[in-house]
């Protein structure tokens, strides 16, 4: 039986603002480019532009992943 992702303790390894590049470094399930992506279209977490950069506050950006996240169906191997 799979455990559930302890999302908290995600929340505790990741700086309270995240630059794609972090985000990517830490959590490799999306490109710096798909995050982007995401941004232009309206559906990727909430950011903050400093700059011309852009940054996701931790809690926003794991409750967004959280969100995006699915259980596989009984018998499927992914």
Known sequence: M???FDWEQLKTKL???LSR???VAALPV???GTLANFDSKGEGPERLTIGKKIFYPRDSFVEW?????K???AGKIN
């Open 2 to 4: 799979i455990e559930q």
């Open 71 to 73: 259980k596989p169906k």
């Open 15 to 17: 700086p309270e603002l």
């Open 65 to 69: 992943l959280k969100s995006r996240t």
């Open 30 to 32: 999306f490109s710096a």
């Open 21 to 23: 590049k972090i985000a």
